[in-house]
C-alpha cells in the first residue's frame, strides 16, 4: 500500500480527508487487510488504482478473481 500512496503524491492527511476519516487513523487503515469494501472503493478512487490493486498491496491473494466485463470491455 505504501507505494501506491507513494505513487499518489498525496499526503496520509489528504488521504484521510478524502475517505473521511481521522488522520491519525490512516496509517492503521492503509495496512489493514480487511478494511470494509467501502473504504478500499474509496482508497480506489482517492489514490485512482484498481480495487485489485488495492488488494494485491494489502497481501491478500487476488488470483482467481475473474476480471469485470462491463460491455465487452474488461477493466483491468
Not at 13 to 22: F, P, R
Not at 40 to 65: E, F, P, T, Y
Amino acid at each position: 500500500m505504501r507505494d501506491l500512496v507513494v505513487e499518489s503524491g498525496l499526503t496520509h492527511a489528504q488521504i484521510a480527508k478524502a475517505i473521511g476519516v481521522q488522520q491519525p487513523r490512516i496509517s492503521a487503515l492503509l495496512k489493514a487487510p480487511d478494511m470494509k469494501i467501502s473504504t478500499a472503493v474509496k482508497l480506489s478512487k482517492v489514490l485512482g488504482v484498481s480495487l485489485r490493486a488495492i488488494a494485491a498491496s494489502l497481501n491478500i491473494d487476488i488470483d482467481g478473481i475473474p476480471d469485470d466485463c462491463i460491455g465487452g470491455n474488461q477493466d483491468k
